[in-house]
């Protein structure tokens, strides 16, 4: 089984962390998450993760609320502590971790540097093909193949 290391390995040529801070307003969140076609941002103070912002915050703290995105500061409605994980996590964890605390998104830490973001969308592409591998290679000893 994969761990987050090398997930992020294998999507490190599409992976650039776009991230905001906790002093940016609502408004710059939603045109940075639109431009980049993203669901989710981490908020970054002095170089630490200190939370995460996501459409389902801007529409559950902010539209829903009648307030102003662009009067509004990020850290008004980034969901904080953030969960994160480590590079050494595997993919069941993250997937278990994800499905229990109804996540979406986890940003990727050591030693206090955000290194990358985990997506469920990620995890569940990885499952798949984990899950296909292993297919393969129960077929191939069913017909007495080798690899």
Excluded: F
Excluded at 8 to 18: P, R
Excluded at 70 to 83: C, D, H
Excluded at 107 to 122: A, E, Q, T
């Amino acid at each position: 089984m994969k761990n987050v290391e090398q997930i992020l390995k294998s999507k490190a040529e599409h992976q650039t962390v776009y991230a905001i801070g906790p002093d940016d307003s609502v408004l710059d969140a939603l045109k940075l998450l639109a431009e980049k076609n993203i669901g989710a941002l981490p908020v970054l103070e002095d170089g630490q993760v200190v939370g995460i912002v996501s459409e389902r915050d801007y529409a559950r703290k902010l539209v829903l609320k009648g307030r102003s995105s662009a009067a509004t500061p990020v850290r008004e409605i980034m969901s904080a502590p953030v969960v994160t994980v480590e590079p050494k996590h595997n993919l069941e964890y993250c997937m278990n971790l994800m499905t229990n605390r109804h996540l979406r998104h986890l940003p990727v830490v050591h030693n206090g540097k955000l290194l990358g973001l985990l997506s469920i969308g990620d995890l569940v592409k990885e499952t798949i093909a984990e899950q296909a591998g292993l297919i393969l290679q129960l077929e191939q000893y069913i017909r007495g193949e080798t690899a």
